[in-house]
């Protein structure tokens, strides 16, 4: 019997997926990796009895990168990264997902991909491609390789794309790669540049990336664009004139100025002196117009984030990553669309009658389906996925707080598309004082239409009816000058800035909410109340920056063409070779501009920033001249030494304290601590060797606990215990520092030990180990803080083997179920070089399992 591999984005939508395709009666097991299950039923394929796998991916496989020698900022001049070799890389290293893809495609007859359907669910196709198509049978063959193109998670939307099969686009994949690209060559060398540039001269720029992004710049260059109007807008007085008249009814009605405002107080005192003398208004006409306000067009995913960011006060970014969950959970369409028609043969009536059942809007819609559904109206149709409607009926507690409120404002969208206009009468009174002009308005709701749905949208139930008539003549009350200044526009909205981005085709439905979100992580925005973007000092003096040195760096016309020819590019009009070489050359040729010219931006760091020889406080010594070193607490946190002019990279998201004035024995820097508090993650570092590894085997950016001097009291050989049970090459060190509140953490994950608090000294009995394979713990405590049983002073056991331990050690994240002491990681020199993996014994497995549970 023929076979069938069919791989989905994520392990769930794979679970969905293969329910439905099923009928239910899938079996399920793991894969290789674990993360991504495997679901297996037999079934038919072209009139031919088949055995369907379904499995997923996580997102992409594979990721753009330069060539490792290329990643080391130190040695590389950013020009070369205009032209130097680029590789794919697993994008998770750790799942292994190639591994496990060619492992399941062996021998399969059939591949059906069922990525999103988007641009980039095109590209991750071909990634699944490469991976099996070695391991598959007739690889070659165009008619084993499906790809499935759908909009929902329901029966009748999978069921429908394994009846309609196509194949997988090459162009769009190609678009993609193009983009990732550019992107990388471009936004790394401009961002490897300015930072080294500008954090090697200045403590305070808070941010620990001065990045660039074709996409991510314009679009803060919008946000400062706006801030630049505020600063220059200066406010002028202007008068309104307000008149305040009696209706017979007894009601107090204030009138509007025909005129609106007059910007000279003369004037206006001259008026109002005129308007004084006067005892009677006059109405001279009354107009009433009906009038409609229009339901609203097929959702999309530009007005679906603009709508959470006004309404909800979710960010674009968090309302996407919610908006797929739902998708995936099958309680709506793909969420990722720029379409907002529905076609013609779009089933509008079912999807109501699941919807009619709810407590929540049940009533409406049986109203809506009473009176006849409307024919929406005519929106844009791009081709690419429906608008974005419900497709399953949920309740209040069925979602979390977010996703109810971003899913209820998806169901009343949908039904307001299909239900009547708004109907009200527009009514305007106007009236004669002397030689002026004044009118009065309000409105009276005829049919509420789709507002009754969605009330945010309604009118306001505040205004006051009156009826006038005809040359009526009415008392005036009150007659004053009131004095107002303009005002400023207001720093940009979430909305306002999507909006701007989708007008000037910076960036798509899926990464605009990227683009915003990495704006404000890196410190170049602050989101301000009403979800207003008001730009840092940072991200005005880059825009700036910008503008003096090339304009286009940071205008959005040089994006937009780009994404005109990446379209091209996924229309196959566009040569995919000839559009990188270009676009690569051309910014190649500004970059290039940049650097010679960058002392035009460095002009406004200067009255900006604080220099580093300026910054931080006085902390540790350095090891080549003796002298203090400064702390430069503001991202990203470093050490200065000004004598020397150098600066050292350190931990970040930490506090870093000096450790008791200990010196690193192989340069003479006094060692500090990084600590992220009480329960997280601790272990004292030198500064040099944390930037300059002394051994080979050493990565950059390692601590004492990864250092492998052989007698150094802080090091990784002293401090080793045993090699952690959660991950693959971790290794449990005891932190010296750490006391009295001691911990044991591993040097490669999250994995911590809260241990034997208040001793007054531990230390790891180099020459003794436990038969499980751990070294022993010598514990000593002052007699009157001990807490050792029988009121003992000091004694020796296995951290994780002496029942009498048990009480003093607490355990935190640790899940593995399996423990083993890898004897190859563990400490001590023998044993990194490896003898094997020995198990502890089997009486002990349970006792060693419920640490890490």
Known sequence: MKTALMVAEKPSLASSLASILSNGRSNSRKSMNSACPVHEWSGTLFGEPVIFKMTSVCGHVMTLDFNSKFNNWDKVDPEELFSCPTEKKEASPKLRIPAMLASEARGVDFLILWLDCDKEGENICFEVIDAVKSSMKRSGDVNRIWRAKFSAITAKDIK???????????????????????????????????TKYFQGKYGDLDSSLISYGPCQTPTLGFCVQRHDEIRRFKPEPYWVIQVTIQSKDGQDVVLNWEKGRCFERDASNSLLQALKKQQIA??????????????????????????????????????????????????????????????????????????????????????????????????????????????????????????????????????????????????????????????????????AGFTAITPWKALPKNELAVNFERDEKLNIKDARLTDHMTSPPGYLTESELISMMEKHGIGTDASIPVHIN?????????????????????????????????????????????????????????????????????????????????EAMDSLFEVSFTTLAASGKALSRCGKCRRYMKLIIAKPSRLH???C???????????????????CPLDDFELVTWSTGNKGRSYPLCPYCYNQPAFRDMKKHSGCNLCLHPTCPQGFYVNGIA?????????????????????????????????????????????????????????????????LPRDLIEMTGCLFCCEEFGYLVEKFRAQASKPVFNSRQGRGKAKHKGKGKPKPPKDKMAQLASYFV
């Open 645 to 663: 002019d150098e600066t050292y990279n350190l931990p970040q998201n930490g506090n870093i304290r000096i450790y008791k004035e200990l010196k």
């Open 518 to 598: 990495n704006i404000s992580q890196r410190n170049y925005v602050t989101v301000a109340t009403g979800r207003r973007l008001v730009p840092t000092n940072l991200g005005i003096v880059l825009v700036h920056g910008y503008q003096k040195i090339d304009k286009q760096l940071v205008e959005p016309t040089m994006r937009s063409t780009i994404e005109d020819q990446l379209n091209l590019i996924a229309k196959g009009e566009a040569n995919y070779d000839r559009v990188l070489r270009q676009t690569i050359e051309a910014f190649r040729q500004k970059y290039l501009y940049f650097v010679k010219s960058i």
């Open 160 to 194: 429908g794309a394994m009846e309609r099969l196509d194949f997988p686009n090459r162009n769009e994949a190609m678009s993609v790669d193009a983009r990732q690209e550019l992107d990388l060559r471009i936004g790394c060398s401009f961002t490897r540049f300015q």
């Open 282 to 447: 006059t109405v001279v006409s009354i107009t009433q117009q009906e009038k409609s306000k229009q339901r609203p067009l097929a959702l999309n995913s530009v007005e679906l984030m603009r709508a959470a960011s006004t309404g909800l006060g979710m960010g674009p970014h968090h309302a996407m990553q919610l908006a797929e969950r739902l998708y995936i959970q099958g309680y709506i369409s793909y969420p990722r669309t720029e379409t907002s028609h529905y076609s013609d043969n779009f089933e509008l009536l079912p999807a109501m009658r699941t919807l009619q059942k709810s407590n929540e809007w049940g009533q409406e819609i049986r109203q809506v389906l009473n009176n006849g559904l409307t024919r929406p109206r005519n929106g844009k149709d791009c081709g690419d996925h429906p608008p974005i409607t419900p497709t399953m009926l949920a309740s209040r507690n069925d979602l979390d707080g977010d996703s109810w409120k971003l899913y209820d404002f998806i169901v009343r969208h949908f039904i307001a598309t299909i239900s009547k206009d708004c109907r009200y009468y527009s009514k305007t009174v106007t009236f004669k004082i002397g030689s002026e002009m004044f009118t009065y308005n309000w409105r009276t709701l005829i049919d």
């Open 641 to 643: 030494c000004s004598h």
């Open 723 to 787: 090699s952690c049970l959660q991950c693959d090459n971790g290794v449990l060190v005891l932190d010296p520092s750490s006391g009295p509140k001691w911990k044991v953490g591993c040097n490669k994950c999250d994995v911590i030990f809260h241990l034997f608090e208040d001793a007054h000294k531990i230390t790891v009995e180099e020459s003794k180990e436990c038969d499980c394979g751990a070294q022993l713990l010598k514990i000593e405590y002052k007699e009157e803080r001990t807490r």
